[in-house]
């Protein structure tokens, strides 16, 4: 199975930006769409930024121009730009790649600590 890993997660200040990355271990095909998931201590998985194979982007209202998601899709790579951070911000964030290929499949990072300090 293909393999994601995140990278650029840490600690900020408040206010402050952090960049996040997701790479394949190799080429995925047929790729529906890449997104973001932070869980926070006690809460669901949830949806920030999804980009779809033809670059539409969704973001959840919380991080609406704040966050900016991006992909290269010759390295099969998304992105995450984080500006402005809030404490509420704090979670481990997991990239997600949606696939059609081989039956369909979500194919999930190992996740990377993002942590925002007030």
């Known amino acids: 199975q293909v393999q994601l890993v995140e990278s650029g997660g840490g600690l900020v200040q408040a206010g402050g930006p952090l960049s996040l990355s997701c790479a394949a271990s190799?080429?995925?095909?047929?790729?529906?769409?890449m997104g973001w998931y932070p869980q926070a201590p006690g809460n669901q998985r949830e949806l920030v930024a999804t980009?779809?194979?033809?670059?539409?982007?969704n973001y959840a209202d919380s991080v609406k121009g704040r966050f900016t998601i991006s992909r290269n899709t010759t390295k099969d790579t998304v992105y995450l730009q984080m500006n402005s951070l809030k404490p509420e911000d704090t979670a481990v964030y997991y990239c997600?790649?949606?696939?059609?290929?081989?039956?369909?499949?979500?194919?999930w990072g190992q996740g990377t600590q993002v942590t925002v300090s007030s």
């Open positions: 997600n790649v949606r696939t059609s290929a081989y039956g369909a499949a979500n194919i």
């Open positions: 980009i779809t194979s033809s670059g539409s982007t």
């Open positions: 190799r080429t995925i095909s047929s790729i529906n769409a």
